[in-house]
């Protein structure tokens, strides 16, 4: 009997934490398996920097499902250091609008899109400045982790979250997991 009270109070607070904050539990779907967007990172690139600081940025992204702070991604920052295409919050709008067209070739119907993410995604990176800044003061949330730029993971997350969002009809795999997903990402501000 306790274990079944004790069962209902976690599911309770569980529901309680869900209900205060629908954005702390994510639909366990990739938006690449939904939507067939262009990715213009190397495979080998993503898997080396994912290698190196998966874990970091893990902790970065449940601390912001859990009402954290913002912090920076240290995935982001090695894939932007790699491609010099961010530099803090300096974003190389053009050569990143010409990576993604480049990774769209024979998709025209993803140049606008392409081109529309990347600019205002840069723009807001831009004006959250200050606030990255001030997130690269605070203590990393493991004593091992590196501290890295917010602008970098901000950019990647809010360019992704563009592209999906504005998947043009013919590449958007609809299902019951991707449209959840879809539901998710108009209800929370930086979703995936």
Known sequence: ?????????????????????????????????????????????????????????????????????????????????????????????EMLVGGFKMAAEGKPEWDAVCEKGVTTCASMVKSLAPAFDEAAKLPPLDPADPICSAGPGFMLFCTIKTLFMECPAKYYKASPECDALKQYAETCPLSF
């Open 1 to 93: 009997m306790k274990k079944i009270l004790l069962f209902c109070g976690v599911v309770l607070v569980a529901i309680d934490a869900i209900v205060a904050n629908p954005c702390a539990n994510p639909p366990k779907i990739h938006p690449k398996v939904c939507c067939d967007f262009p990715m213009p990172l190397p495979e080998a690139l993503v898997a080396s920097c994912v290698g190196q600081y998966g874990a970091q940025t893990k902790r970065v992204l449940e601390s912001l499902l859990s009402g954290g702070p913002p912090r920076g991604a240290c995935v982001a920052e090695c894939l932007a250091n790699a491609t010099g295409l961010i530099t803090g919050t300096d974003v190389n709008v």
